[in-house]
């Protein structure tokens, strides 16, 4: 695993500093280490100009802790970005300097429309928008920063001043805001998106931690699931909102259940910003997810040292990425895991006319090969069971709920009994739906037994079906006892179903 | 200890143990000590099951050892256990069934954990110098002829603990049917998989200094290796091992003096301590031959004494929890206040040391399952804490954990789980006394903030009253308070009121 380098990546906001640290994998990458701290640079920078001695004092602390996780968590390749606050402030050069001086870390100071492209990555990382037209907007607390693209290419992109803290610098000086100051607010923000050229998105995406929170806000007040990954928000609640917060004093909404404290002051005026933009294209609502800016960082960094992300390369798959995301969250093996995808593809292709599966049958297949073996993170014995748990009590981009009750059932049977009366959940299913995470799970049994040693040995399987038998041969050029064994100690289930004799050499 | 005479019977996978010790004045002399080689692992573990014949051959063997126990009339002090030979026998009900009725002896089953525990203590007791080796990074591998268990020490706490099913037998019996001229590789596959899955699972592996083997593979090792010391070099291993890994088992029995079934083994013993060893890069390990017997002999009798065990319960507790992302600033928080509650209010509560205990890991477990996802955290957190498979803790008071995690909502309810409805009176009453306590301490972080800082607590003869000090109003902690308190007083019949003074006030 440590020929691929561990990577970290700071992002200076206007708002917050944010650290994140990441082992690169082959196809992917596990995030070890995500640091937060909200600390309101622009909130100096804003009313003064400049970064005033006392802040500057905090910023540094804040490096300094920063260069420590960055050393015990020995990463090697460090980016560090600052934004709209480093941007404006006068004396953001000599700062820069100290940092350099003190603690060895590059800071560089990027462009709006740097930041744009940053952010438009890591939609695309987590979004599916190959066929549709989507605007995304990051809200930070200097600036916003705007792509448009058509499905999925990049068009346009724009920095605007439409950050949150500033916004709440330049308008609300009352606690609540008088009412004048709201239009005035309005009015800015409504002015600054006129500029931006005519353009009919299918899709708003949001990100920056502000539209975060608010959308963290909508999902408990709904008893929604806080932490899943993508959220979804819709326009009436914003609106509700922002009749909400333009009444009340800081303090107050403080106390509403979500919010960031350190974020109370600004939650108006980024919800006045993607509202008027709901507005404008008139859409119903807006996605969000976490990390934005930083993911894209962290993608273009990995990039640049030669690594590529499934959505990067030609056969771009949002589920498969995200798949292995998950894997990766309970630190699956995924050399093993992809090696089990491919054979069970192999045999998929070979067994399905046989096995009566339609070529659309393996989207499941594939998702269960991947996380069959998820469960070890909870424990070895029974880990097949465990592994049903997580996946059924798991976000699965891409896949209903039904099938995400398949994927985790096809994975309990990846190992041990085969399915009968006492497999509640089993048993809940319909006939024909039991059928097939029967016929899918027989083949994923063969494939994982077939890469036991985890070593990948078995590269390619060639199956040949007679009216009595099945013929399965495993191509290698290593020793696979061990895999040839465990093949067909597994192979009960397709035997059964086939009523055929199975054999594997 | 009580001075008198104790027994202790083992059936193990190759054969049958019993150990007669008296004790006298702390000190132990062993009357008399039997081995009878029975090979009930050949059945388990090729067929899944122990054949009608062999339980008749155990049960004669066995109705000699219970004649002992007349002989020495120690019906009252005797245990008799067996390991995975009989654990894994799909008829193990029937079997041990069977050997009580013709033997009148009582068979216990003993659980993996606790048998990785007992295994644990003989190592501790038995090699000098233990605690400085576990506080430098210590491996011990307890090889037998059913499983290989390997438990990795940092200090006090276990950062791996796992049962794999490969003892020397074990691995034999899978691929006797391999030529013998290249069955080590099938050993060497073997292996190769299961150090992957701890190099995968341990981060730790690079600090580990020191190994430390035991079971019964280890008096084999003595027999071929002839060490002078307690230590056995990968030199040694290795040189013998490439000797014989190809010769047939025949020639090897002849050669070195051993029995058929040590000289099948034999390799694949050699094998796994030289391959961990590898792995970690050391040139050797140390061993413990005291025997399972007499290591039973000791925990059953009480002379192992292990020193405050709840403290590291506790502490083995929190580490697992780490896995999980675990907030341990709210753990230890919540931790602080239950056990501040549990002592000021002894006697309204009457609870044991025990229970305190099953308290402390609710309070460090209690949302671990935020890991899995935010939704039914409770849920998530009682399906991890059921999983925990920690040598020491018995099932019991996991049991007991798991129920007070699960119910640390308001969301869930003891009267709605038809499982704890059957419960006796009893356990329901100590339940619901840990979890009043386990509330109230998290809701006094319920920000997960530490806005609270302390508590005082007064009792008097008709007022719990709590009085928090406080940074600032902590108004979700004084509204969660009040909801979750209601446990309180449907237990205890007094409603706590809870005083706020805040600190700068």
Excluded at chain 1, 201 to 225: E, R
Excluded at chain 2, 80 to 95: E, G, L
Excluded at chain 2, 356 to 371: E, F, Q, S, W
Aim: hydrophobic residues 40%; proline residues 2%; positive net charge.
């Amino acid at each position: 695993m440590s020929e691929y380098p561990i990577v970290a990546v700071i992002d200076i906001g206007s708002n917050s500093i944010r650290l994140q640290i990441a082992q690169s994998l082959e196809k992917s990458y596990r995030i070890i280490q995500d640091y937060r701290e909200i600390f309101r640079l622009g909130d100096c920078v804003f009313s003064k100009g400049y970064i005033d001695e006392q802040t500057a004092e905090l910023f540094y602390k804040n490096i300094e802790v920063i260069n420590n996780l960055i050393h015990n968590n020995k990463a090697t390749i460090v980016k560090a970005v600052g934004t709209a606050a480093l941007r404006d402030a006068s004396n953001s050069k000599e700062i820069i300097e100290t940092v350099k001086q003190h603690y060895g870390i590059d800071i560089e100071i990027i462009s709006g429309k740097q930041e744009a492209y940053f952010n438009y990555l890591a939609v695309l990382y987590n979004f599916d928008i190959k066929d549709i037209n989507t605007l995304t907007i990051d809200i930070g607390g200097g600036s916003s920063e705007i792509v448009l693209s058509e499905q999925g290419e990049l068009k346009d992109s724009y920095s605007t001043l439409l950050g949150c803290s500033r916004l709440k610098y330049e308008f609300l000086k009352k606690d609540p805001p008088a009412q004048s100051e709201i239009y005035a607010m309005k009015d800015f923000i409504e002015k600054t998106l006129g500029n931006i050229e005519d353009f009919q998105p299918d899709t708003i995406v949001g990100t920056g931690g502000t539209l975060n929170n608010i959308a963290a806000m909508y999902y408990i007040s709904q008893n929604k699931k806080a932490s899943s990954y993508a959220k979804y928000v819709p326009r009436s609640y914003v609106k509700n909102l922002i009749n909400t917060l333009r009444r009340i004093k800081v303090d107050d909404i403080k106390k509403i259940k979500g919010v960031e404290e350190k974020r109370a002051d600004i939650i108006l005026p980024a919800c006045m910003v993607i509202e008027s933009i709901m507005s404008l294209y008139s859409i119903e609502g807006f996605y969000t997810f976490m990390g934005g800016l930083r993911t894209g960082l962290l993608i273009d960094t990995l990039n640049k040292i030669g690594l590529a992300f499934p959505f990067q390369t030609l056969d771009s798959d949002l589920k498969f990425s995200r798949l292995i995301e998950l894997g990766n969250k309970f630190n699956f093996e995924e050399q093993h895991a992809l090696c089990v995808k491919n054979l069970s593809k192999k045999l998929f292709e070979q067994l399905k006319g046989t096995l009566k599966l339609k070529e659309k049958d393996f989207a499941l297949l594939e998702a269960s090969a991947i996380l069959h073996d998820i469960g070890t993170y909870i424990s070895f014995s029974k880990h097949n069971m465990h592994s049903h748990y997580l996946i059924t009590n798991s976000d699965l981009t891409g896949f209903s709920f039904k099938q995400k009750n398949m994927i985790a059932a096809i994975s309990y049977f990846h190992r041990g009994g085969l399915p009968n009366k006492s497999h509640e959940f089993y048993q809940s299913f319909p006939k024909k739906k039991q059928e097939k995470i029967k016929k899918l799970a027989s083949i994923l049994r063969i494939a994982d037994g077939l890469d036991r040693s985890h070593r990948s040995f078995v590269k390619d399987v060639k199956v040949s079906i007679e009216k009595d038998n099945i013929k399965i041969i495993a191509i290698s050029s290593e020793d696979t006892f061990l895999e040839i064994k465990a093949a067909n100690a597994k192979k009960n289930l397709l035997e059964k179903i086939t009523k055929k004799s199975v054999s594997i050499i | 200890m009580k001075n008198g005479i104790f027994g202790i019977i083992n059936v193990g996978s190759s054969a049958i143990r019993m150990q007669i010790s008296e004790f006298k004045n702390s000190k132990e002399r062993i009357l008399e000590s039997i081995v009878t080689p029975i090979a009930l692992g050949l059945d388990t573990f090729e067929k899944g099951y122990i054949s009608l014949e062999k339980a008749k051959e155990t049960a004669q063997i066995l109705s000699k050892y219970a004649q002992k126990l007349d002989e020495y009339n120690i019906w009252g002090s005797y245990k008799a256990i067996c390991t995975s030979a009989i654990r894994d026998a799909q008829n193990k009900y029937f079997f041990i069934n069977y050997i009580n009725t013709k033997t009148q002896l009582d068979i216990e089953i003993i659980e993996e954990s606790q048998e990785m525990y007992i295994k644990y203590l003989g190592v501790k007791n038995d090699i000098r110098n233990f605690d400085k080796f576990a506080q430098e990074g210590l491996l011990i591998a307890y090889l037998s002829s059913g499983s290989l268990s390997i438990s990795i020490k940092e200090g006090e706490v276990d950062t791996f603990d796992s049962v794999f099913k490969a003892g020397s037998l074990r691995q034999y019996l899978l691929f006797k049917d391999i030529d013998k001229a290249i069955r080590y590789k099938a050993y060497e596959e073997q292996l190769g998989k299961i150090l992957s899955t701890i190099k995968q699972n341990c981060s730790t592996l690079s600090s580990i200094k020191h190994v430390i083997g035991c079971g019964s593979s280890i008096n084999l090792l003595i027999k071929v290796i002839k060490p002078k010391t307690n230590k056995i070099t990968i030199k040694a291993l290795n040189s013998l091992y490439n000797t014989i890994k190809s010769i047939d088992p025949q020639s090897i029995s002849s050669q070195y003096n051993l029995s058929p079934n040590e000289s099948n083994i034999i390799v694949p013993i050699l094998y796994t301590f030289s391959a961990l060893l590898k792995m970690l890069n050391l040139d050797g390990f140390l061993f413990s031959n005291s025997s399972f017997p007499q290591q039973l002999v000791n925990f059953y009798s009480k002379k192992f004494k292990e020193k405050s065990v709840n403290k590291k319960i506790l502490n083995q507790v929190i580490a697992y929890s780490k896995k999980y992302n675990n907030d341990l600033k709210h753990a230890k928080k919540v931790l602080y206040f239950a056990d501040k509650l549990y002592s000021e209010l002894k006697s309204i509560h009457s609870m044991t040391q025990k229970e305190k205990m099953i308290l402390d890991c609710a309070c460090v477990l209690h949302d671990v399952g935020y890991y899995i996802g935010i939704n039914n955290h409770h849920q998530h957190s009682y399906y991890i804490a059921k999983s925990i498979n920690i040598p020491g803790i018995d099932k019991e008071i996991i049991d007991y954990v798991a129920a007070s995690v699960l119910f640390h909502r308001n969301k869930a309810k003891i009267e709605s789980e038809d499982e704890l409805l059957s419960a006796p009176i009893e356990k329901i009453l100590v339940l619901k006394k840990i979890i009043a306590l386990l509330k109230i301490a998290d809701s006094l972080d319920a920000s997960h903030m530490q806005i609270i800082e302390d508590i005082d607590i007064n009792v008097s003869e008709n007022e719990v009253k709590i009085t928090a000090s406080a940074l600032k109003i902590p108004f979700l902690e004084e509204l969660t308070f009040k909801n979750k308190s209601v446990d309180f007083l449907e237990t205890f019949g007094i409603t706590p009121k809870l005083y706020i003074k805040l600190k700068y006030e």
